[in-house]
């Protein structure tokens, strides 16, 4: 009635037994976050990208209905286990790399359980794999996948059928109906259609979006389309995942250029030391050929650190000139000094002594043969990832960024 307004409680709606059992999911998750760190970081949507209590809800009732569980049957041990099991399967296909970073740092027995389940379903599947998976099937699925790979990034070795579009290129929602009809109509030689989304930017268009993919869904197809919500680690706190996807497959890939996981073994140790003495985290020199590309490409994925390190350190120096007409040329003086030293050696010329060399030799000399001279700085690196504002803050948020960020407080001490 439009004249009569009556407050619902939403626990009235929901089966005690469902309402029981995601209290009890909740307090297991919220049991995860250290009470120590700070107030609005790291939150729950930061370690499960999708979390919103209707969702965790939502969850338990998918699991009833998945395991052919009635609510009217007896409440045996054995099924909530069962349940138990299923949501948190679920969750942890959801959950960014912040999750086994703060599990880390909590030295139970759950804690590094959990850590384990994590890399095990992790590594049994990276963006390329989905996508392969989709394409050497013959039924359609309707999938999201979270990311903290910016949308303005390109993803990587896209197979031929598999077509990429931004919700942003759509300048009407009669647009996107057509683009989605015709992609199911098989009026296209594409398979897969990815739509990109800037989860923050364009969130109030998430659910008119899924009405739209929902509604033109064919599930007779052999054809899928895949929403992507890019994520900005430090802004998930200011968006609430009040659209609910029940029914989709629903994955959490830090990056969707198949990047591996910090191995584990780096993980449980919270030393600065341990980890950039590891080859992966190394300051690494390539032998220039003539091709900067495949240099790269060769040289450790890390390797522009020393760029950044050297950047850095040239922006401390501040320069005296005695003619005022000078000034102009400290930028190009500076620009002149950083060439110099990043430059990479040119095997075809330069078979002698080279600057770049000189200085990551020492600089790696000096990091692990002299412990820091501050006990309380540079103890954890887990911990400054979780802690430092830069890190926290930084709009590329892949999280190899934090990893690179704490290399350099390390490298500089």
Request: charged content about 25%; some cysteine.
């Amino acid at each position: 009635n439009r004249f009569e307004k009556h407050i619902i409680d939403i626990q009235a709606l929901i089966h005690p037994r469902h309402w029981s059992l995601s209290r009890q999911l909740y307090t297991w998750l919220d049991n995860f976050l250290p009470k120590n760190l700070g107030n609005h970081f790291p939150l729950l949507q930061h370690l499960f990208v999708d979390h919103s209590q209707d969702q965790i809800c939502n969850l338990v009732i998918e699991a009833f209905e998945q395991l052919n569980i009635s609510t009217d049957d007896e409440e045996k041990p054995e099924k909530i286990s069962e349940i138990i099991n299923y949501c948190q399967e679920k969750l942890l296909r959801t959950g960014s790399f912040d999750l086994p970073l703060i599990l880390s740092t909590q030295s139970t027995d759950e804690c590094q359980k959990l850590i384990e389940q994590y890399y095990s379903i992790c590594q049994s599947f990276t963006f390329g794999k989905l996508i392969q998976k989709s394409l050497e099937s013959s039924t359609s699925s309707l999938q999201i996948i979270y990311t903290y790979t910016q949308i303005y990034h390109t993803i990587d070795h896209l197979p031929a059928d598999v077509e990429e579009v931004k919700l942003s290129a759509f300048r009407t929602e009669l647009e996107l109906v057509k683009k989605v009809k015709h992609h199911y109509q098989a009026l296209t030689n594409f398979r897969l259609l990815l739509i990109r989304v800037d989860y923050h930017g364009e969130h109030q268009h998430i659910l008119s979006l899924k009405h739209v993919v929902q509604n033109e869904y064919v599930a007779s197809s052999d054809r899928s389309v895949w929403l992507i919500f890019h994520l900005q680690r430090n802004l998930i706190n200011q968006v609430n995942n009040d659209v609910l996807f029940s029914g989709w497959l629903t994955d959490m890939i830090d990056d969707l250029n198949d990047r591996e996981l910090i191995r584990q073994e780096i993980l449980n140790n919270p030393s600065y030391q341990n980890l950039v003495r590891q080859p992966e985290f190394r300051i690494s020199e390539c032998i220039f050929d003539g091709d900067v590309h495949q240099c790269l490409l060769r040289s450790c994925q890390y390797d522009n650190i020393f760029d950044e390190l050297v950047d850095r350190c040239l922006s401390k120096f501040r320069y005296i000139t005695v003619q005022i007409n000078d000034r102009e040329y400290i930028s190009e003086r500076r620009h002149t000094l950083l060439q110099h030293i990043i430059e990479h050696r040119n095997n075809s010329t330069s078979k002698g002594l080279h600057l770049r060399s000189i200085i990551i030799e020492k600089l790696m000399m000096l990091i692990e043969n002299l412990p820091p001279s501050d006990k309380t700085r540079f103890v954890d690196w887990r911990l400054d990832a979780l802690t430092n504002a830069i890190t926290i803050a930084g709009r590329d948020q892949r999280y190899q960024r934090q990893y690179r960020r704490n290399r350099q407080f390390c490298h500089r001490q």
